[in-house]
């Protein structure tokens, strides 16, 4: 490798049947949401994650919009949830007028911690949103315990974790309801897309309904409520089959990535690696995270900047929803502290991890990224 080239922090991986299922869809004029590629897959998606049924929609985001809107969730119900995650899972509870409930982040996985959960929930507590982080899945048999005790849904954000397992059993297959991104950086991709998953007949009728502007079955063009344009389009689909196809080898593949930075990176003082297995699964590196630990002297953005400047893709964690201005000015969790996900909201960060990647660019990456410390 040329000693300044840049190491992208992902490139999706394209070179199975990706080309020949697009070919069909431009061959066929099948591009809309219509086309044949959607049926199949959602079918093969959901049988893939042990659910009945696939929802294909337009991004994660939007399946979590709809997981919420299709479970009745409305304004003065509590949700539980992570503060260390992505924006659009607090976005849809607030959208509704629901209340977004914060847990702190264990300090391990940096999955919610699941000790903090029992104590948020109210008799307006109304359902758990799981957020399985980065590589690692959330320890659901507590998480079921409590849904049963306390008669609470579950809403199972699988967004990073497609392929993972929890006990054997598939990550999204654990939710009333859940919900997948396609985004480029996944396991698998169709550039933009999202899938809702459900074992419930009358749930999954009701997520596509909202998908499709709730066009009233009787008669099109006439709706008793309002829905979304959520809609996956046929070409989408093509690139997720030929991705779906080969998710097995995708999740080696990210192990391997995860392996050679374990190996590499261990010796260097200073820096909680992902963690690489609990006693209920086996990391997926969905990215490969790191956190600085206190005795190194700069956080996670002047981490990235040194590593911009050596030809190291690198991205901050998330930042935590108490934290988010937007949620701070609508009057949400004030005074509200949670100092493990403050902390690895800091301190954390990811580095080159994408299936495109080659060995030899995350050997160099490691190699550069050691310079820095
Ligand atoms: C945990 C989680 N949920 C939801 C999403 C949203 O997915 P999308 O980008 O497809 O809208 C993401 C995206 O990265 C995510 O990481």
Not at 153 to 180: L, N, R, T
Not at 202 to 220: D, I, M, P, T, V
Request: aromatic letters at 10%.
């Amino acid at each position: 490798m040329n000693s300044n080239e840049l190491i992208p922090v992902n490139t999706p991986l394209l070179d199975g049947n990706e080309k020949k299922y697009l070919n069909e869809c431009i061959d066929t004029g099948w591009i809309s949401s219509e086309g044949p590629f959607i049926k199949e897959f959602e079918e093969k998606f959901a049988s893939k994650m042990g659910r009945k049924y696939g929802i294909a929609v337009s991004n994660g985001s939007v399946a979590l919009d709809a997981a919420v809107i299709a479970l009745g969730l409305t304004r003065g119900d509590e949700v539980i949830m992570p503060t260390f995650t992505i924006i659009c899972c607090a976005s849809a509870i607030t959208r509704v007028g629901a209340i977004p409930v914060l847990v702190d982040s264990d300090p391990f996985t940096w999955n919610m911690d699941i000790s903090k959960i029992e104590e948020k929930i109210t008799p307006r507590t109304k359902a758990i949103m799981v957020v399985h982080i980065y590589g690692l899945p959330v320890e659901m048999d507590a998480v079921i315990d409590l849904s049963k005790k306390y008669n609470i849904k579950i809403i199972e954000d699988a967004a990073e974790q497609h392929g993972q397992h929890y006990k054997g059993k598939p990550v999204g297959s654990f939710g009333d309801i859940s919900c997948f991104s396609f985004y480029p950086n996944k396991h698998i991709t169709t550039g933009e897309g999202g899938m809702i998953a459900t074992d419930d007949p009358e749930l999954a009728q009701r997520c596509k309904s909202l998908r499709n502007l709730c066009f009233k079955s009787e008669r099109r063009f006439v709706h008793d409520e309002l829905g979304y344009n959520y809609r996956m389009t046929n070409i989408q689909a093509a690139l997720g089959l030929a991705q779906l196809e080969r998710m097995d080898q995708f999740i080696q593949k990210k192990r391997r990535i995860g392996e050679i930075y374990n190996q590499l990176l261990s010796e260097v003082k200073g820096l909680q690696l992902n963690l690489a297995k609990t006693e209920y699964a086996d990391s997926i590196y969905w990215v490969y995270a790191i956190v600085l630990k206190d005795e190194i002297p700069f956080d996670a953005s002047e981490a990235i900047n040194r590593l911009d400047k050596i030809g190291v893709g690198a991205r901050p964690f998330f930042w935590c929803m108490h934290e988010q201005p937007v949620f701070v000015k609508m009057g949400l969790f004030s005074g509200e502290k949670y100092p493990i996900a403050e902390n690895i909201a800091r301190r954390g960060f990811y580095i080159p991890s994408g299936l495109g990647l080659t060995e030899e660019q995350i050997v160099t990456a490691a190699e550069r990224f050691k310079t820095i410390f």
